[in-house]
C-alpha cells in the first residue's frame, strides 16, 4: 500500500490535537466500551487481536510527519505487537485510569485495549485516537476480532476526491461565508468554574417500547423522519434549563455535528476521518416551543444539504491542509481565542451486528468520542439490541454530577413525556 496523504479531517483533528497538547492534555482518543455477560480471559483476546488481519495491519500504521508538505499515513515494515492491559474492579465502575490514559500521536500505535475484571463478568475497552480511525473503521476493526473469517480489506487507506484548486477556493468561500453567517455573535460560551479537567460520563438507556415510541413522534415531527433535529430539540430543552439554572444569559446555541461522506453500503476506507460537518445555530427565541425548534433545525439541515455545504466545507479542509497547524488553528477560533461551539452531539453508528465477542453476549455498549473543552460538554445518541441510549460526557471543570445526573432526567422527561 502506498503511502497516502492524510484527508482534509485527519489533518483538522491533527490541529484539534495539537492544540490540546498546548493546553496539556497529550491526546484527543476515542472509547469503545463492550460490556459481556461472562469473564472474558485476557489470553484468548489477545489471541484474537493478534490473528486479525486488520489489526496486523493497524500495528503498522504510522503518520509521517515531513518538513514541508501534508503529513502522510504509512505502512512499517515491522509491525509494534499490541497487548491487552488487564484491570480488576470489585464493582460495575470502569478504573479512572483507564479513561484518563491518553494515546500519543507518534512513538507506537494509535489504539489500545484494555480488560476491566469485574466480579462476575469482563469489560472490553478499545481505545483509539481520533485521527486513526472514526466510528465506521473503529467498527470494522472490532468485527474483524469476532470473526476470524475477515481477512479481505478492500479499501484500507483512502484517497479524497481530486477537484481543481479553483473550484476548492469557492468552495472554501462559500463554506467561510456560510460559517461566519451563522456563527455571529451573540453564541453561548460556557466558563469553566474551577481547573478540574477530569472528564466523566453518564448515560441513559431508553427500552424497546420507550425507543419506539420516541421514533414515531420523530417521523411525526421531523421532516422526512430525520432523526438529529427533533433528538436535539428535546436535549436543547433540558440543557436550557440547567443553564438557566445556573445564571447564563438565553442565546443561541451553535452545534456542528459529524456527517459521514462514505456512500451507503461502502467497505472503506478504514483509515482516516471520512465525514465533514453540518452547522446548526440553536435559536434562543425558539427555546420554550419544541414544536418549531425541530422544525426550524429541519429546515437548516435540508437548506445545507440543498446548496451542498458539508461537501463544500469537506474541500475547505482539503485545501487548508496545505497551512501550517499554529496559524491554521487561529482560523478556527474566535480573534479572542474563545470557542464557537455552546455543546457537541454526534451519532454512533448501530452496532446492533455486535450482539456476541469471542464467545461471550454482549449485554451493552457505549461509545464515547472525545469531549473536548470548551464547551465541556458533548452529547452522544447510540442504538444497541433495539434500544436508544444516550451518552452525556462532561468535564467536572464546567458542570457537576448533579447538574449532569438532573440534566438526564430532564432529557428523559422531555422524550418520555411527550410520548406517554
Aim: aromatic letters at 10%.
Amino acid at each position: 500500500m502506498s503511502p497516502t496523504k492524510l484527508s482534509g479531517a485527519d489533518y483538522f483533528f491533527l490541529v484539534i490535537a495539537h492544540h490540546l497538547k498546548k493546553q496539556g492534555i497529550t491526546s484527543l482518543d476515542c472509547r469503545y466500551l463492550m460490556k459481556l455477560d461472562a469473564t472474558l480471559p485476557q489470553n484468548k483476546l489477545e489471541k484474537a487481536i493478534s490473528d486479525s488481519s486488520y489489526f496486523q495491519l493497524l500495528e503498522r500504521t504510522r503518520i509521517k510527519f515531513q518538513k514541508t508538505g501534508i503529513p502522510k499515513w504509512i505502512l512499517q515494515s515491522e509491525s509494534e505487537p499490541s497487548f491487552v492491559v488487564s484491570h480488576n474492579s470489585d464493582s460495575d465502575e470502569i478504573p479512572d485510569e483507564v479513561l484518563e490514559r491518553h494515546i500519543p500521536i507518534s512513538g507506537g500505535n494509535l489504539f489500545r485495549f484494555d480488560l476491566v475484571q469485574h466480579p462476575t463478568y469482563s469489560t472490553v475497552i478499545f481505545s483509539w485516537h481520533h485521527i486513526l480511525l472514526d466510528a465506521f473503521g473503529a467498527s470494522h476493526a472490532l468485527a474483524s476480532i469476532n470473526d476470524p473469517q475477515i481477512t479481505h480489506i478492500p479499501t484500507y487507506f483512502g484517497n479524497e476526491k481530486r477537484e481543481s484548486k479553483r473550484k476548492q477556493w469557492s468552495d472554501l468561500m462559500t463554506a467561510k461565508n456560510y460559517l461566519r453567517a451563522t456563527t455571529k455573535d451573540p453564541l453561548l460560551k460556557i466558563e469553566p468554574r474551577h481547573k478540574n479537567a477530569r472528564v466523566a460520563y453518564k448515560e441513559k438507556r431508553f427500552s424497546v417500547e420507550e425507543t419506539a415510541n420516541i421514533r414515531k413522534q420523530i417521523n411525526a415531527t421531523s421532516r422526512g423522519g430525520v432523526e438529529t433535529p427533533y433528538l436535539l430539540a428535546n436535549i436543547v430543552m433540558a440543557y436550557q434549563q440547567l443553564l438557566s439554572q445556573r445564571g447564563e444569559t438565553r442565546k443561541d446555541i451553535w452545534v456542528p455535528i459529524p456527517m459521514e461522506q462514505r456512500k451507503s453500503g461502502a467497505t472503506g476506507p478504514i483509515i482516516g476521518n471520512w465525514h465533514s460537518l453540518l452547522f446548526f445555530r440553536i435559536k434562543a427565541n425558539l427555546m420554550d416551543d419544541k414544536t418549531a425548534m425541530v422544525k426550524d433545525l429541519s429546515s437548516q439541515l435540508f437548506n445545507q444539504v440543498k446548496l451542498g455545504i458539508p461537501q463544500k466545507y469537506a474541500n475547505m479542509l482539503r485545501l487548508l491542509r496545505h497551512l501550517p497547524i499554529p496559524f491554521y488553528y487561529k482560523l478556527v477560533k474566535r480573534p479572542n481565542g474563545e470557542s464557537l461551539t455552546g455543546m457537541l452531539y454526534s451519532q454512533s453508528p448501530s452496532h446492533e451486528g455486535l450482539s456476541s465477542f469471542l464467545g461471550c453476549q454482549v449485554l451493552d455498549t457505549t461509545p464515547l468520542p472525545p469531549n473536548t473543552s470548551p464547551p465541556g460538554i458533548s452529547f452522544q445518541i447510540t442504538t444497541f439490541d433495539k434500544r436508544l441510549k444516550l451518552i452525556v460526557q462532561y468535564s467536572e471543570s464546567y458542570f457537576s454530577e448533579k447538574e449532569i445526573i438532573d440534566l438526564l432526567k430532564a432529557i428523559d422527561k422531555e422524550l418520555i413525556g411527550a410520548n406517554a
